[in-house]
């Protein structure tokens, strides 16, 4: 193509562009400025809502670490880690019940009251103890249990602040009623235990936790009756609430999710069969007797001997009263390892028996040796904190093979029975020592206890009646037979 017919073909197609573009000339920039507009779009959706506050609360506390989390196919393995970290959670939770007693007279001197208006202290916390175990304990068969656990807990380490900063008596005392309500956290982790461990190994598993919460008793006046010799009572209580922001994070990090056992209940009708188990289980009646009586020999004893030991012949200091709780201490320390080798070998009848036999031996020495030497209420300390203990972990072993999956209200009928007791125990103790010393109310837990025994006694450990050793005299476990 020659210079002249390229020219004329260039033309031709400026004046085709031309026409097309209404008489202008188009270039590359008029074609993109005319090109027809983008359709309308539509607005950016608004934002997400912002959770409030409790909201933010709540899923903190309900969020759970992906090691934790619930798996039907590979439900989470009991460690001996967790069951350590159960123990102590279930001892320094449950002894924020008891920091006050041996320090009522230095209560009373700094909130400058007379003693009969901080004696009321430890009265206040009992009863909202007990309301917790009636009224908050069911709820673990009705909601997760990893949540409500550790929102138990962070709420009673945030109310536990109060207790150390305020300076008014009527303040202090509605605070203890309110943390000994939701300290009840120890009677939500044993049923847990009992879902979590292995069947063969529920008992020494329950030992450890049961170790652990009755540790928390005694440690809980020997360290606030020593502390107190040498600091303020104050740095008792920022003490304990510094290990329960401790246990709240380390049961958010480390405690295991478990579904709702009884999603189908309300809570009413939670609470009403509670009653109903009573008539249906012989094996749960027989174990809350039990540990009715044995409770009471308990605390009788503990609430005597600080009279006895600050009298004739021994005239003890206050803090020496407050180490016998170390015996205690080594006493149960013995618990996992018989509950290992023989609660779990066993059929859990045998042990309570040999636990019975022991709180009968040691309130017998303690009972008629300790007026004269002080080897009687050591020895009692022993043998009896020993025999408590191994009595309860295996009637809990027991009653909670009853129904799997009301393991909490099985626990609250164990523990009102247990509280009752107690109280029963200080209540008599006291009154029956200002009238009849150290031999009277001794003697009555000797009562007590073989009240126990014949409570074990008049139902053998394969009956399935409510009286009879039916099914033979044997102890040895039996596979697919379960407590009736």
């Not at 903190?60 to 670490?65: D, Q, R, V």
């Not at 430890?122 to 909202?128: C, E, L, R």
């Amino acid at each position: 193509m020659t210079s002249s017919e390229a020219k004329s073909h260039n033309a031709e197609n400026e004046k085709e562009l031309s026409d097309v573009s209404g008489g202008g000339t188009v270039t590359p920039s008029s074609l993109r400025n005319n090109s027809p507009p983008p359709e309308s779009q539509s607005p950016p959706p608004p934002p997400p809502p912002q959770p409030s506050r409790t909201r933010k609360v709540y899923n903190f506390l309900t969020w759970t670490p992906p090691q934790c989390r619930w798996d039907p196919e590979k439900p989470p393995q009991f460690s001996m880690p967790l069951n350590i970290l159960f123990a102590f959670a279930a001892g320094f939770t449950v002894a924020n019940l008891y920091y006050t007693h041996p320090i009522l007279n230095i209560l009373a001197e700094d909130f400058g009251v007379d003693y009969e208006h901080v004696a009321q202290i430890p009265t206040v916390m009992q009863a909202g103890y007990a309301s917790g175990l009636l009224f908050l304990c069911p709820l673990g068969d009705l909601l997760p249990r990893r949540p409500f656990v550790v929102g138990l807990v962070g709420f009673t380490a945030t109310v536990w602040l109060g207790l150390c900063l305020t300076n008014n008596l009527e303040v202090f005392t509605a605070l203890s009623f309110i943390v000994a309500v939701t300290t009840v956290t120890p009677q939500l982790m044993l049923p847990l235990v009992g879902d979590l461990a292995p069947p063969h190994r529920r008992a020494a598993a329950l030992s450890i936790v049961v170790s652990g919460l009755q540790l928390g008793i005694l440690i809980a006046r020997v360290l606030s009756g020593t502390m107190a010799n040498f600091v303020t009572w104050r740095a008792i209580y920022w003490m304990s609430f510094g290990l329960q922001y401790a246990i709240f994070i380390l049961l958010w990090l480390f405690m295991p999710d478990y579904p709702s056992t009884n999603t189908d209940l309300n809570y009413f009708k939670l609470l009403w069969t509670i009653v109903k188990m009573m008539g249906r289980h012989a094996v749960l009646v027989q174990a809350c007797l039990a540990a009715f009586f044995t409770s009471a020999t308990f605390t009788s004893f503990w609430t005597t001997l600080t009279f006895l030991l600050a009298g004739d012949p021994y005239h003890y200091t206050p803090l020496t009263v407050g180490l016998f709780g170390l015996i205690g201490i080594l006493a149960m320390c013995f618990g996992p390892f018989y509950a290992r080798n023989v609660t779990d070998r066993f059929h859990p009848h045998l042990s309570v028996l040999v636990g019975l036999f022991c709180c009968l031996v040691g309130v017998s020495l303690g009972t008629y040796i300790g007026p004269f030497n002080v080897s009687g209420p050591v020895l009692q300390a022993f043998f009896g904190d020993f025999g408590m203990q191994t009595a309860a972990i295996a009637n809990r072993a027991s009653i909670y093979a009853v129904e799997p999956k009301r393991r909490n209200g099985v626990n609250t009928a164990f523990m009102v029975f247990t509280f009752c007791g107690q109280l029963v125990g200080t209540a008599a103790g006291n009154h029956i020592y200002a009238s009849a010393g150290w031999i009277g109310s001794g003697s009555t837990s000797l009562g007590f206890i073989g009240l126990a025994i014949l409570t074990m006694v008049a139902r053998g450990p394969w009956e399935t009646r409510w009286v009879g050793w039916r099914g033979g005299w044997s102890f040895r476990k039996r596979e697919n037979v379960g407590a009736v």
